[in-house]
């Protein structure tokens, strides 16, 4: 169940990973993959894994509240 799981996120993770140019809003649904990604590396008792999804994490993060200061969204 746990390699079902990983699976899933990491694929969640990369598609968002691909469609960042579409939208900010995929930015922070990567970041959303590489926190659910953490998750499945301590999980799984890889902690370095772990450690450094958390860390694409708070990047990805970091770059959503950049672009929110960047460009307004055209209504």
Not at 9 to 37: D, I, K, Q
Not at 38 to 44: D, E, H, I, Q, R
């Amino acid at each position: 169940m746990l390699t079902v799981y990983g699976i899933v996120v990491l694929g969640f993770m990369m598609t968002m990973y691909a469609l960042e140019h579409r939208h900010r809003s995929f930015v922070l649904l990567f970041a959303l993959g590489c926190a659910l990604s953490a998750s499945y590396g301590f999980l799984s008792r890889t902690w370095p894994f772990g450690v450094v999804e958390s860390l694409w994490c708070l990047i990805a993060a970091q770059r959503y509240r950049a672009a929110l200061r960047a460009v307004p969204i055209p209504t």
